[in-house]
């Protein structure tokens, strides 16, 4: 496995790998195996070979790995390099695409007798001898035969390096809110910071009985569905019916939606106090509807004062769809059941609220009270 060499400076160091070797071990849950760092490497072995295929896809999901390999280890020698390499040509030339190879060689033990670029075409040359229906082609090859020569005279060889997850290892950057609703976004949102390396509780406002119980049950699924990447997410749902119906009763039409965010805000605040996170995560896209404006994000801002990520704020609905059917949500979101934004929905919500006038307004409610009350209702579900 390979991970990420740029955040790897000074102290943090121990610390990432730990945590990232913890990380795997808890994705592997269940399986026998042996983990160990090497020089810049997780090697992971003794595990049962019947369940390589499953291991390699819960290792793919890890934040904080950038690429896994299935790999021969074999002590350090020549006549050994040059058989297992040819053997890594065998296998996987059973298949006729393979047309091209290249040999990319990274020799760290500077005692072994060729220097990576002496290997890399002596290894080629061995590879042609043996397949001379085979060319070597630098740029597009079919086949890499990926060779290391580590200082613990060791030799690894990989042909199938498989893409991981990228990013930081979740956890490292500390624990986050997400506010999941069941659109497409927020679950988006909230991949996107954990791949940052934050860990994920989450809020849903429900408005039952204005909304199903089915609205209920996607969002908890949406959030199960995150817990592929996540390990497990603490769901906080909170009833929002109360807050929705005075703001209806008591406040201008065109202000509800803006009224209704703050709401969450304050909510959202309260509950990262009680349970340690530093920062809420939305969905929120500039300009995507009237309540993404920026005048809409200085009000919403201006009750919270911890950060409030938006990860997806930049990006046109057709890229987050893509990392949506990427990571595996789009099809739950897509489902038709509606969530309290809906409900109560102003034809005309205002398009650049100021702070004045949602004050204003908001003298009309007793905040402190509907919060209190709707923080009473509070239900928390542990998704694994
Ligand atoms: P999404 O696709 O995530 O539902 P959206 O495009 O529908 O987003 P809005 O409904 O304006 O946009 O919501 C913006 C953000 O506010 C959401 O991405 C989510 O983070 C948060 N949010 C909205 N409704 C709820 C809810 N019922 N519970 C918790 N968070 C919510
Ligand atoms: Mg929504």
């Known amino acids: ?46 595990y049962i070979e019947d369940f390589e295929n499953e291991i390699i896809e819960r290792i793919q999901t890890v934040f904080g790995l950038i690429g896994v390999a299935q790999a021969f280890e074999f002590d350090t020698n020549l006549p050994s390099i040059e058989d297992v390499v040819v053997g890594a040509v065998e296998d996987s030339g059973g298949s006729k695409s393979v047309k091209s190879f290249k040999i990319e060689t990274k020799r760290a033990d500077k005692t072994f007798e060729m220097t990576s670029m002496e290997l890399d075409k002596h290894l080629g040359e061995v590879v042609l001898d043996k397949f001379p229906k085979l060319k070597v082609d630098l740029y597009n090859p079919d086949l890499i035969i990926y060779v290391e020569v580590r200082t613990n005279k060791k030799t690894y ?13 979740l956890g490292s950057a500390g624990k986050a809110m997400l506010l999941l609703s069941g659109g497409i976004d927020s679950p988006v949102a909230g991949y996107l910071m954990a791949k940052r390396g934050l860990k994920l509780e989450a809020i849903h406002f429900h408005s039952y009985p204005y909304t199903s119980v089915q609205a ?147 003298t009309k409610l007793d905040v402190e009270g509907l919060i209190e009350k709707a923080l009473a209702t509070e239900e928390v579900i542990v998704v694994r």
């Open 216 to 362: 209920k049950e996607k969002v908890i699924e949406l959030a199960r569905l995150l817990t592929k990447y996540v390990d497990e997410i603490k769901l906080h749902i909170v009833s929002f019916t109360e807050i929705q119906e005075e703001i209806h009763k008591n406040c201008d039409a065109d202000y509800m939606i803006t009224i209704m965010r703050r709401f969450m805000m304050r909510i959202a605040k309260r509950l990262c106090e009680k349970n340690e996170a530093g920062a809420v995560v939305t969905g929120e896209s500039l300009g995507q509807v009237a309540s993404q404006t920026m005048q809409s994000m200085t009000v919403t801002n201006s009750v919270i004062d911890i950060p409030v990520f938006r990860p997806v704020v930049a990006f046109d609905k057709e890229e987050i769809m893509d990392v949506a059917r990427k990571i595996g949500t789009y099809e739950t979101s897509i489902l038709p059941y509606e969530d309290c934004c809906t409900v109560f929905l102003p034809k005309n919500p205002v398009i650049k609220p100021t702070i004045k006038r949602v004050e204003k307004l908001e």
């Open 157 to 169: 060889v990989y042909t199938n390096l498989l893409p991981c997850a990228g990013g930081l290892p």
């Open 1 to 46: 496995m390979k991970f990420g060499e740029l955040f790897l400076k000074g102290r943090n160091r121990h610390d990432f790998i730990s945590l990232l070797k913890t990380n795997i071990l808890k994705k592997l849950r269940g399986f026998d195996c042996h983990l160990v760092e090497t020089q810049g490497r997780l090697v992971l072995s003794d």
